[in-house]
Structure formats: C-alpha cells, structure tokens
C-alpha cells in the first residue's frame, strides 16, 4: 500500500500566486517522521523540512509554510509569492520509526511558475 | 568534500553490460544511502550503510544488483547483466551520523542510466 500519496501531479501558476501542494500518509505508527524535499532541474534533492509525529505546530519559513494535520494525516505544503526559481519537483517523504532508516516518498508534485 | 558526488552523471550502456555507479558522500558521514528514481516507480530505497555494513539490503530489486561501502567513505552500486527496465536515476545521499537521519539526508545529483 502506498504510505505517501501526492494527488496533485502537476501545478502551474503565474508568478507571486499561492500555490499549495497536498500530501496525505498513510502509517500504523505512533512515532514518524514527515519530511519535504525539493528537486529543480539540477536533479538534487534539497532538503526542506522535517516534522516528527509528536510536534503538530504549524511551521512557517520564508515563503514556505507547513500545515500538518494529524486528523487528517495530512502534511501540506504552501509557497507563498510563488517566485519562478520555486519552479521543481517537490516530494513529501516518510519514515517510520520501526525502520526510519527507509524514506518512503510520494509520487512529486511538479511545479510550474510562469513569469 | 561540500557535497554528495556521484558519478558518472549520465551513463548509455547496452542491455547485457555490467556497470558501476560511484557515490562520494560528504567527508565524515557515515550513514550511506541509496535510492532510485524511475518513471514508472518513482523514489524507492534501495540500501542503507552504516560504516562499511549494510544493515537492509532488502530494497535491491534483484541479485543481479548489489554495493559495497569500503573505508566507510566511497560506496559503488553494481549492476550486472542490464536490463532495461534498470533505466533510472540512481541518487545517493548520506548523513553525518544514523542519529541524525531523521533530520535530512543530503542527496547528490545523481547518475542517470539508460540501458539500449
């Protein structure tokens, strides 16, 4: 079964929208960790966050902000003014604590920001 | 060195050739990881060194892969006989210490192979 489902396949918005990516989990654990990661055409990926099952506070960086969801098992992803260097793949990963070793990823979501 | 690398960056090889695929993590890190990235697939585990050992080898998709870790630095990851549903981006990433995993690999940029 899939652990990390990313919906949304493609997005495309013009430059200084909103834009925000969907990633729900699926996990029998009490303890996990969700992470995001960013790949830009360079083909790294660029860590971005990290948030452990136990800590539900909202996190806001710069022009990225995290909304995690328990509830929902839900981990969302909004850039804000969205800039045209955001343009890139951007995974959302889990590893549970039983073989956290293992991160398993979604499918991406890719990012288009138009000028 | 500042970086995780790996190489080639890009490599054509013929179905039926073996290859061999270098990762460089970052001085001191010793925890190793390898992943691969398909279209059909998209990110999957493939193995995890601690130090020269590997604990899990059980994302390898078949004997026909396998790696190896010496000095606790350099790990190359060997495919034998290519097929080509072997075509991937095979990322590598490492970090400082197992402890420290859960707050973020760093990955390189990856060799693209293609098998024709």
């Known amino acids: 079964a899939q652990k990390v489902t990313q919906a949304q396949t493609e997005i495309s918005v013009v430059e200084k929208e909103d834009v925000t990516l969907d990633c729900v989990y699926e996990?029998?654990?009490?303890?996990?960790?969700l992470f995001w990661y960013k790949q830009p055409p360079s083909g790294e990926l660029v860590f971005l966050i990290r948030?452990?099952?136990?800590?539900?506070q909202n996190e806001i960086s710069g022009r990225y902000s995290w909304n995690f969801q328990k509830s929902t098992s839900s981990f969302n992803f909004t850039i804000t003014a969205s800039q045209v260097v955001d343009s890139a793949v951007y995974f959302c990963a889990l590893s549970e604590a039983f073989n956290d070793y293992k991160l398993s990823f979604g499918a991406g979501t890719t990012v288009t920001v138009r000028a | 060195g500042a970086g995780v690398s790996q190489s080639p960056s890009n490599k054509v090889t013929e179905k039926g050739k073996d290859v061999e695929l270098r990762c460089d993590p970052i001085s001191g890190h010793t925890a190793l990881y390898w992943y691969r990235q398909s279209l059909g697939q998209g990110l999957e585990f493939l193995i995890y060194f601690q130090g020269n050992s590997a604990p899990d080898k059980s994302g390898l998709p078949s004997d026909r892969f396998s790696a190896e870790r010496t000095g606790g630095s350099v790990s190359t990851l060997t495919i034998q006989r290519t097929q080509q549903e072997d075509s991937a981006v095979y990322l590598c990433a490492s970090i400082k210490s197992s402890l420290e995993r859960n707050y973020g690999y760093t990955f390189g940029s990856g060799t693209r192979l293609t098998v024709v």
């Open positions: 948030r452990n099952s136990f800590d539900e």
């Open positions: 996990t029998r654990d009490t303890t996990y960790y």
